[in-house]
C-alpha cells in the first residue's frame, strides 16, 4: 500500500482544527461571573439555538464514521441504492418536522422517554430510558469510535490494527474536551464549523478520486466515466441477483427492491429521525418551535447533497480497483483491502482514497473533516446519554429535590462513565464487511417496537399503557421470529412454511404492523374502545406551518422524485 506521507502543513491544518473547536466549545460554555449554569442550560442550550444552528447540529451529530466509513463501504459493494438512507432521510425530516415536532416543544420535553411518561407511564418510560442509554453506550459509541479509528489506522498507519485502540483514546479525549463542560450548547454551536469542514472535505475528497478517473477531462468526465463504466451500481430499485458484492452477497437482502420507498426503510427512518434522543434534542432546545422547523427544513436540504461525499468516494474505489474486464476480485484489488479472513474489506474504502491520491496540504483537511464528523456524533451521543440518565433516572429515582448544580454534575460524570465503558468495547468490535448495514440491520431488532409504541401514542388517543408495555415486551420476540427465517434454520423441516425467508427491511415493516396491532387489540379491550385518559388532543391549527417551511418541503420532494426517476 502506498501512503501519502503527512507534511507539516497537515499537522498544522488538523492540530489548528483541533484547538479551534475546542476553543470554541469553551468559549460557548463560559458562564457570567455569579452565574451558576443551569440544568436546562446544559441539556437544552437554554433553548436558545437558532434554526441555522439546529440545522447544522442535526447533520453534524448524524453524519460520522458510520457514514463516511460505513456508508462509503456499502457504496464500495452495493453502489448508489445505499443513498437511499439519506434521501429517504430528506422526506422524514419533513415529516418530523410538521407532525412530530409541535406535540414535543408543546409537552416541554427534555427527554424522548418523557413523553412516554407524559403519554403512557413513569415504568415505561424508566424501561426505555434503560435502554436507551445501553444502545448508545454499546452500539452507537462504540461502533463510532471503532470505525473513526479504523479509517486513522488506515490513513496514518498501515492498515494492520496497530493504532486501532490509539486512535480510540485520542477521538475519545477530543469529544470529550470540548463536550463535558459546556454540554449541548458546546456542541451545537461546535457543530456549525464541524459540518462545513465535513461538507467541505467530503467534497473535496469526491472531486479529487472523480477528477483521477479521468485526469485530462475533470471532475464532469470522471463521473460520466464512472457511470459508463459500472453502470449497474447505479441501480436505486434492485431486484434480486441484480447486485453481488465483492463478499458475495446478493444486495437485493440489504436493499430489497421498493421496500426502500415504500417499506421497512421507513420504519428505519422515523425511528432515527423521530424518537432518537442524540437526534431529536437539538430540536427541542430551539428559540421556538417555527426556528426548529426552519431547522429541520435546513438539515433536509444537505441531505440530498450528502450521497455525493459518502457514497460517490465508494464506487470511484470500486472502479479503481476492478480490472480490465470491469470485475473485482482478490487478484485486482489493492492489498489494503484484503482482511485477515482473506475476503475483502469494503469499509476501507474511503480511508484508502485519501491515503492514495490527496495530495499534502489538503490531507490535513479532509483528516479533519473525517474527525468532525466523528467527534461531532460522539459529543452528542454523550450529551444525550447525560441527559436520559440524569432526567429520567437519577433525578426521579435517586434525588427527586436534586439543585441544578447537582443535576449538571451528574450528566458530566454519567458522559465520562459512557465514554469510558465504550473505550473498553469498542476493540472487541473486530472486522465487520459492511458496518453500515449491520448496524442498521441489528438496531432494526428493536426499532419497529418502539415506533408502533409512539406512533400510536401521538396520533391514536385509544392506546393505553398496557397495550404499550405488551408491545413493547413483544417487540423483540416478534422480531427475532422474522429473523430466524432469513437465517435459514428451519429449511427442509415440516414448519419451514412458519419461516419464509425475508429481507431484514421486510422483517422491519412486518415487525412494526404485528406489534402496532397488538397494542391496538390489548387497547381496545381495555378500554372498551373508548379514549385513554392520556390521549393526546389533536387540532388542525396543531399542525400548521408558516408558508417557507412548505415551499421547502415541496422542493425536497420534486427533488427527490428527480433523482429516483433519473437512478431507477
Same mark, same amino acid.
Given at each position: 500500500?502506498?501512503?501519502?506521507?503527512?507534511?507539516?502543513?497537515?499537522?498544522?491544518?488538523?492540530?489548528?482544527?483541533?484547538?479551534?473547536?475546542?476553543?470554541?466549545?469553551?468559549?460557548?460554555?463560559?458562564?457570567?461571573?455569579?452565574?451558576?449554569?443551569?440544568?436546562?442550560?446544559?441539556?437544552?442550550?437554554?433553548?436558545?439555538?437558532?434554526?441555522?444552528?439546529?440545522?447544522? #447540529?442535526?447533520?453534524?451529530?448524524? +453524519? #460520522?464514521?458510520?457514514?463516511?466509513?460505513?456508508?462509503?463501504?456499502?457504496?464500495? *459493494?452495493?453502489?448508489? *441504492?445505499?443513498?437511499?438512507?439519506?434521501?429517504?432521510?430528506?422526506?422524514?425530516?419533513?415529516?418530523?418536522? $410538521?407532525?412530530?415536532?409541535?406535540?414535543?416543544?408543546?409537552?416541554?420535553?427534555?427527554?424522548?422517554?418523557?413523553?412516554?411518561?407524559?403519554?403512557?407511564?413513569?415504568?415505561?418510560?424508566?424501561?426505555?430510558?434503560?435502554?436507551?442509554?445501553?444502545?448508545?453506550?454499546?452500539?452507537?459509541?462504540?461502533?463510532?469510535?471503532?470505525?473513526?479509528?479504523?479509517?486513522?489506522?488506515?490513513?496514518?498507519?498501515?492498515?494492520?490494527?496497530?493504532?486501532?485502540?490509539?486512535?480510540?483514546?485520542?477521538?475519545?479525549?477530543?469529544?470529550?474536551?470540548?463536550?463535558?463542560?459546556?454540554?449541548?450548547? =458546546?456542541?451545537?454551536?461546535?457543530?456549525?464549523?464541524?459540518?462545513?469542514?465535513?461538507?467541505?472535505?467530503?467534497?473535496?475528497?469526491?472531486?479529487?478520486?472523480?477528477?483521477?478517473?479521468?485526469?485530462?477531462?475533470?471532475?464532469?468526465?470522471?463521473? $460520466?466515466?464512472?457511470?459508463?463504466?459500472?453502470?449497474?451500481?447505479?441501480?436505486?430499485?434492485?431486484?434480486?441477483?441484480?447486485?453481488?458484492?465483492?463478499?458475495?452477497?446478493?444486495?437485493?437482502?440489504?436493499?430489497?427492491?421498493?421496500?426502500?420507498?415504500?417499506?421497512?426503510?421507513? !420504519?428505519?427512518?422515523?425511528?432515527?429521525?423521530?424518537?432518537?434522543?442524540?437526534?431529536?434534542?437539538?430540536?427541542?432546545?430551539?428559540?421556538?418551535?417555527?426556528?426548529?422547523?426552519?431547522?429541520?427544513?435546513?438539515?433536509?436540504?444537505?441531505?440530498?447533497?450528502?450521497?455525493?461525499?459518502?457514497?460517490?468516494?465508494?464506487?470511484?474505489?470500486?472502479?479503481?480497483?476492478?480490472?480490465?474486464?470491469?470485475?473485482?476480485?482478490?487478484? &485486482?484489488?489493492?492489498?489494503?483491502?484484503?482482511?485477515?479472513?482473506?475476503?475483502?474489506?469494503?469499509?476501507?474504502?474511503?480511508?484508502?482514497?485519501?491515503?492514495?491520491?490527496?495530495?499534502?496540504?489538503?490531507?490535513?483537511?479532509?483528516?479533519? =473533516?473525517?474527525?468532525?464528523?466523528?467527534?461531532?456524533?460522539?459529543?452528542?451521543?454523550?450529551?444525550?446519554? *447525560?441527559?436520559?440518565?440524569?432526567?429520567?433516572?437519577?433525578?426521579?429515582?435517586?434525588?427527586?429535590?436534586?439543585?441544578?448544580?447537582?443535576?449538571?454534575?451528574?450528566?458530566?460524570?454519567?458522559?465520562?462513565?459512557?465514554?469510558?465503558?465504550?473505550?473498553?468495547?469498542?476493540?472487541?468490535?473486530?472486522?465487520?464487511?459492511?458496518?453500515?448495514?449491520?448496524?442498521?440491520?441489528?438496531?432494526?431488532?428493536?426499532?419497529?417496537?418502539?415506533?408502533?409504541?409512539?406512533?400510536?401514542?401521538?396520533?391514536?388517543?385509544?392506546?393505553?399503557?398496557?397495550?404499550?408495555?405488551?408491545?413493547?415486551?413483544?417487540? +423483540?420476540?416478534?422480531?427475532?421470529?422474522?429473523? &430466524?427465517?432469513?437465517?435459514?434454520?428451519?429449511?427442509?423441516?415440516?414448519?419451514?412454511?412458519?419461516?419464509?425467508?425475508?429481507?431484514?427491511?421486510?422483517?422491519?415493516?412486518?415487525?412494526?404492523?404485528?406489534?402496532?396491532? +397488538?397494542? !391496538?387489540?390489548?387497547?381496545?379491550?381495555?378500554?372498551?374502545?373508548?379514549?385513554?385518559?392520556?390521549?393526546?388532543?389533536?387540532?388542525?391549527?396543531?399542525?400548521?406551518?408558516?408558508?417557507?417551511?412548505?415551499?421547502?418541503?415541496?422542493?425536497?420532494?420534486?427533488?427527490?422524485?428527480?433523482?429516483?426517476?433519473?437512478?431507477?
Amino acid at each position: 500500500m502506498r501512503n501519502v506521507d503527512f507534511a507539516f502543513l497537515d499537522y498544522f491544518i488538523f492540530i489548528a482544527y483541533g484547538i479551534v473547536i475546542v476553543g470554541i466549545g469553551l468559549w460557548v460554555s463560559r458562564t457570567k461571573k455569579g452565574h451558576q449554569r443551569n440544568a436546562e442550560d446544559y441539556f437544552l442550550a437554554g433553548k436558545s439555538l437558532p434554526w441555522w444552528t439546529i440545522g447544522a #447540529s442535526l447533520i453534524a451529530a448524524n +453524519i #460520522s464514521a458510520e457514514q463516511f466509513i460505513g456508508m462509503s463501504g456499502s457504496g464500495f *459493494a452495493i453502489g448508489l *441504492a445505499i443513498a437511499s438512507y439519506e434521501w429517504m432521510a430528506a422526506a422524514t425530516l419533513i415529516i418530523v418536522g $410538521k407532525f412530530f415536532l409541535p406535540i414535543f416543544i408543546e409537552k416541554k420535553l427534555y427527554t424522548i422517554p418523557e413523553f412516554l411518561e407524559k403519554r403512557y407511564s413513569t415504568n415505561l418510560k424508566s424501561i426505555l430510558a434503560v435502554f436507551w442509554i445501553a444502545l448508545f453506550v454499546f452500539v452507537n459509541l462504540t461502533s463510532v469510535l471503532f470505525l473513526g479509528a479504523k479509517a486513522l489506522d488506515t490513513i496514518l498507519g498501515n492498515a494492520d490494527g496497530s493504532m486501532i485502540f490509539y486512535a480510540i483514546i485520542g477521538l475519545a479525549l477530543f469529544a470529550v474536551a470540548y463536550s463535558l463542560w459546556g454540554g449541548l450548547s =458546546a456542541v451545537a454551536w461546535t457543530d456549525v464549523i464541524q459540518v462545513a469542514l465535513l461538507i467541505m472535505g467530503g467534497l473535496i475528497t469526491t472531486f479529487i478520486a472523480l477528477d483521477h478517473l479521468d485526469p485530462d477531462g475533470g471532475v464532469i468526465s470522471g463521473f $460520466k466515466l464512472l457511470y459508463n463504466t459500472i453502470p449497474e451500481k447505479f441501480s436505486m430499485i434492485l431486484d434480486k441477483g441484480e447486485i453481488i458484492t465483492p463478499n458475495g452477497k446478493d444486495a437485493y437482502w440489504d436493499l430489497p427492491g421498493l421496500a426502500v420507498i415504500v417499506g421497512g426503510m421507513w !420504519i428505519a427512518n422515523l425511528y432515527y429521525w423521530g424518537f432518537n434522543q442524540y437526534i431529536i434534542q437539538r430540536t427541542l432546545a430551539a428559540k421556538s418551535l417555527k426556528e426548529s422547523q426552519k431547522g429541520i427544513a435546513f438539515a433536509a436540504f444537505i441531505k440530498l447533497i450528502i450521497p455525493l461525499i459518502v457514497v460517490i468516494p465508494g464506487l470511484v474505489a470500486y472502479t479503481l480497483n476492478t480490472g480490465p474486464d470491469g470485475i473485482m476480485s482478490l487478484d &485486482t484489488v489493492d492489498s489494503t483491502f484484503i482482511n485477515g479472513a482473506g475476503g475483502i474489506d469494503n469499509d476501507r474504502a474511503f480511508p484508502w482514497l485519501i491515503s492514495q491520491f490527496i495530495p499534502t496540504g489538503l490531507k490535513g483537511l479532509v483528516l479533519a =473533516a473525517l474527525a468532525a464528523a466523528i467527534v461531532s456524533s460522539l459529543a452528542s451521543m454523550l450529551n444525550s446519554t *447525560a441527559t436520559i440518565f440524569t432526567m429520567d433516572i437519577y433525578k426521579p429515582f435517586m434525588n427527586k429535590n436534586a439543585t441544578d448544580r447537582q443535576t449538571v454534575a451528574v450528566g458530566r460524570i454519567t458522559a465520562v462513565v459512557a465514554l469510558f465503558i465504550a473505550v473498553l468495547v469498542a476493540p472487541l468490535l473486530g472486522s465487520i464487511p459492511q458496518a453500515f448495514q449491520f448496524i442498521q440491520e441489528y438496531t432494526g431488532i428493536v426499532s419497529p417496537g418502539i415506533l408502533a409504541i409512539f406512533i400510536l401514542g401521538l396520533f391514536w388517543k385509544k392506546s393505553t399503557n398496557s397495550g404499550a408495555i405488551w408491545g413493547a415486551v413483544l417487540s +423483540i420476540p416478534v422480531a427475532l421470529f422474522f429473523k &430466524t427465517g432469513m437465517k435459514g434454520w428451519f429449511d427442509n423441516t415440516a414448519i419451514e412454511w412458519l419461516f419464509p425467508k425475508l429481507a431484514w427491511m421486510d422483517q422491519m415493516g412486518l415487525t412494526f404492523v404485528v406489534v402496532s396491532l +397488538i397494542i !391496538i387489540i390489548i387497547s381496545y379491550l381495555e378500554n372498551k374502545g373508548k379514549n385513554d385518559k392520556k390521549g393526546i388532543p389533536l387540532s388542525k391549527g396543531m399542525f400548521a406551518t408558516s408558508p417557507s417551511f412548505n415551499i421547502s418541503a415541496f422542493v425536497v420532494c420534486i427533488i427527490l422524485a428527480a433523482l429516483y426517476a433519473v437512478f431507477w
